[in-house]
């Protein structure tokens, strides 16, 4: 027996995953590891700086593969924004001395207009930390919201100005000339943070949590620093601080921004040592509740009374969410057999595809999201050949939606699709992406083969529906298919697969055998359908056994939504 073999049932032993903090001394974790509001007033540099290295290695332990561990891996992101001058550089510089730079991760960007037809957060989900990482990010989504906000409020108070002149010059009390309309970027700053905050709570349930930090310093502080000798970097905003009825805007943006928003971290910059101190204590406590909120409760460490390691059907009763599934809808059990000419096919197939890349090419650049699940063998790959078959390859991406590669694991888990979705930050000319499999994978294959947990799979029908409801409020049109076929016909299709030397490829092992889990997806379909089917994101489901008549729908259904599109 070769070396290798001898050591194959060594390697085959089950390691028990134990948790992150096992890996330190019981005084280590008690005064560097828990959280600690009142550390500020308890630890010197000294002890700031060891407990920070400590809690940044324990951070990138909870995604450690060998030995395993029983932490859900989780990461930080800080967003540092607030004042110009206020001593953000300073306390980001001292952050980084004081930890390993090599797992500290920075990014700036500085504000611009939000980018057409996607929401104010796509275009900074590349930056993403991985599970276990902390990065720091200067500027971020908060920068662009603000740019934005500081024009429309400046364009508001110009308007509001040649008003109460005019109202002055008619003698009209003061109280009549301040009782002014409410101002459009108030408005839309509102609306923006209600969607922000629904996005960072999203971020936060998957294991990416954030510590939001907000520098300020009074005017006077502000112009010094402006005249002094140093060399001032970038500013966030683009704006001029040298006028004081800009820092005045500035400042009525930020506290309605402040008021509405109640997780920031409000830090004085007015003495930037120490800020940068407040600033590391603040990031070592998140670091510290990032590492609490990684811990897996008792009852999901798989293991029974006997130290054994629980059974499926054990950790389902253990993990159990009440949650009551849908009565299955006809059209998912009754599948239309209609057996289509081939003749009229081609006839219609030739007029639908003309009308459709006309209606994409009138679009005036608006992005096109197809999303496209169904069953096994239902015709996903066929409809979308013949979807794309009038384009120009360079107007669209197809993606083939697999089981997500580690580097993706280790995000949320819409963020792989969040970095496919067309962007207008690149120099591709496609803005049209078509996904063969999509995010409803979560409360489809995840849920099925436990992929994802009842809490996970459960919650991700209000994350589905905030994220398509963020794309469509931008501008994006989201149009979403669900093939259906019969078990019979699916069999069918199968057979012919194997038999057939270029289609043999599309069938695996898996195929076969989540045929024996066939009620369970149905099931999880009709439970999908009902609870993601929107106004503005509605299912179309198209439920045939005959390829031909599936395709034609799927056109047609495609013509119907962008026809509106194009009228609105």
């Known amino acids: 027996m070769s070396k290798n073999n001898q050591d194959k049932p060594s390697s085959k032993r089950q390691q028990l995953p134990q948790a992150v903090s096992d890996q330190f001394n019981r005084e280590v974790v008690d005064q560097r590891l828990t959280p600690n509001p009142l550390s500020q007033f308890a630890m010197d540099q000294d002890a700031l700086r060891l407990a920070l290295v400590t809690a940044q290695f324990a951070l990138k332990a909870t995604r450690q593969q060998s030995p395993p561990t029983s932490n859900k891996p989780t990461g930080l992101l800080v967003l540092v924004n607030g004042m110009e001058q206020a001593g953000k550089g300073t306390a980001v510089k001292q952050l980084r001395q004081w930890v390993d730079p090599r797992l500290l991760k920075v990014e700036a960007t500085i504000g611009y207009p939000p980018l057409a037809y996607q929401p104010i957060w796509q275009a900074h989900t590349k930056a993403m930390p991985r599970h276990g990482d902390v990065m720091v990010y200067f500027g971020n989504w908060y920068a662009d919201l603000l740019y934005n906000v500081m024009r429309m409020a400046t364009d508001s108070e110009d308007e509001n100005g040649n008003k109460e002149s005019n109202k002055k010059s008619k003698n009209k009390s003061s109280d009549e000339s301040q009782a002014l309309p409410v101002a459009k970027w108030q408005v839309y700053l509102k609306q923006q943070l209600i969607e922000l905050q629904a996005f960072e709570r999203d971020l936060e349930a998957n294991q990416t949590k954030l510590l939001k930090c907000w520098f300020h310093v009074d005017a006077e502080t502000l112009q010094q620093r402006l005249n002094d000798e140093k060399a001032d970097p970038q500013f966030l905003y683009q704006v001029d601080w040298n006028k004081a009825e800009v820092i005045a805007q500035f400042n009525h943006v930020a506290t309605t921004l402040l008021q509405q928003q109640d997780d920031w971290v409000i830090i004085d910059g007015c003495d930037k040592s120490q800020a940068a101190t407040s600033f590391c204590h603040e990031v070592l406590q998140a670091m510290q509740d990032a590492l609490a909120s990684s811990k897996v409760p008792l009852s999901d460490t798989f293991k029974d009374v006997d130290n054994k390691p629980l059974d499926d059907k054990q950790k389902n009763v253990q993990n159990s969410v009440e949650f009551e599934p849908v009565k299955i809808p006809k059209i998912l059990k009754d599948i239309d057999d209609p057996d289509m000419d081939k003749s009229d096919y081609h006839e219609q197939l030739d007029a639908k595809q003309a009308k459709l890349a006309e209606l994409l090419r009138d679009r005036d650049g608006r992005h096109v999201v197809f999303a496209f699940e169904g069953m096994d063998a239902a015709g996903k790959g066929g409809a979308i050949k013949r979807l794309v078959a009038p384009l120009d390859p360079r107007e669209y991406q197809v993606y083939n939606i697999g089981a997500p590669m580690l580097y993706e694991l280790q995000h949320p888990y819409l963020w792989r699709f969040w970095t496919r979705l067309p962007n207008e930050q690149t120099d591709r000319i496609s803005r049209i992406a078509i996904f ?35 794309l469509v409020a931008a501008g994006t049109l989201v149009i979403k298919y669900w093939l259906a076929i019969d078990k019979e016909e699916q069999l069918d299709r199968f057979e012919d697969r194997s038999e057939t030397p270029h289609k043999k490829f599309k069938l695996t092992d898996d195929d076969w055998r989540n045929r024996d889990k066939w009620s369970d997806y149905v099931q999880s379909a009709a439970d999908m359908l009902a609870r993601t089917d929107t106004e503005t994101t509605p299912w179309c489901v198209i439920a045939t056994n005959d390829k031909r008549s599936a395709r034609l729908e799927v056109l047609d259904h495609a013509i119907k939504q962008l026809s509106k599109f194009s009228e609105s």
């Open 436 to 470: 063969d499999r999509t995010w409803y994978g979560r409360v489809l294959v995840e849920r099925i083969e436990q992929f994802a947990d009842d809490v996970e799979w459960q919650r991700a029908y209000d994350e589905i529906n905030r994220f398509e409801a963020d």
